[in-house]
């Protein structure tokens, strides 16, 4: 097995994508506080250009949407070329919420969320990881979300495409740790962002984008798989992993009540996209 170990600022520049607004604009500046060249991409470029302003030669703007391969292959090599140096450190982090359950179940928006979610992040990995493989060096951080350890209510797609999103990351690991490139999953709970002020629920143990920023780096930095947080939500979520399905679907929906299963009256529709 190769020696793997966190990727660091002498090895390369950071690839960031969904980095316009909420966790990703975080890390952003986290990253370029530890002294990283970051590559930035989102659909839309204004606040890319922002932060690039206020850190002049050190930030790479490269707009694309995540679910157009060609868009991901020129920005990844876009920031290669501007920089003159390899992505070492790639963090996937664009994706979409919507809310869901049984009674507003939606097609096209459940195929929003796999497309932009599940394809979005295949199709940036298909941009930087075979680069990483041939170097047989590299970091690829894929941010899923604490609701994908088990099915929610109303997260009908967007439980369904991160609890994919962590099954890919463990599965890629298999043969990256072999081909010397460290693998990480990135699952938060809620954080303050333009996708969760739209959210008319309860979010217990919010936290605001920049202390997400600081334990995703930090994260990053200690090597380990799972990058989970808050420690009481994950606690929580992984304990009910465990239960059998009857005391599952019983604790839950004594918990979530009949607003937020849908029972009753209909929810309205909430979608993001970051």
């Not at 966790?23 to 970051?38: F, H, K, M, P």
């Not at 002049?56 to 991901?72: F, H, L, Q, S, W």
């Not at 869901?100 to 992040?121: H, K, P, W």
């Not at 072999?178 to 938060?188: A, R, Y």
């Amino acid at each position: 097995m190769s020696s793997i170990r966190p990727a660091r600022p002498a090895d390369g520049i950071a690839w960031l994508t969904g980095a316009s607004s909420g966790i990703g604009l975080a890390v952003a500046r986290r990253l370029l506080r530890d002294g990283w060249t970051v590559a930035l991409t989102a659909r839309t470029r204004d606040k890319l250009d922002a932060l690039a302003a206020q850190f002049p030669g050190r930030v790479i703007v490269a707009p694309g949407d995540i679910t157009n391969e060609a868009a991901m292959r020129e920005a990844h090599d876009r920031a290669v070329r501007e920089s003159g140096r390899d992505v070492a450190l790639a963090i996937l982090n664009a994706g979409s919420w919507h809310q869901m359950g049984a009674r507003d179940f939606d097609l096209e928006q459940f195929r929003t969320s796999v497309e932009v979610n599940l394809i979005g992040t295949a199709t940036t990995l298909t941009a930087v990881m075979p680069g990483m493989i041939r170097r047989r060096a590299g970091q690829i951080a894929i941010t899923a979300s604490v609701a994908g350890y088990r099915g929610l209510p109303m997260a009908v797609a967007y439980g369904a495409t991160k609890a994919g999103l962590i099954s890919m990351a463990e599965s890629l690991k298999f043969d990256l740790d072999k081909l010397g490139v460290m693998t990480n999953v990135i699952c938060p709970g809620f954080v303050r962002t333009p996708m969760t002020d739209r959210n008319d629920f309860p979010m217990p143990f919010i936290m605001e984008p920049a202390e997400a920023a600081d334990r995703i780096v930090a994260g990053l930095k200690r090597g380990g798989f799972e990058i989970a947080f808050p420690a009481p939500t994950v606690y929580f979520l992984k304990f009910l992993r465990l239960l059998p399905a009857a005391l599952f679907f019983s604790a839950v929906g004594l918990a979530a009540g009949n607003k937020t299963t849908g029972i009753g009256n209909q929810k309205p529709k909430i979608a993001a996209r970051r």
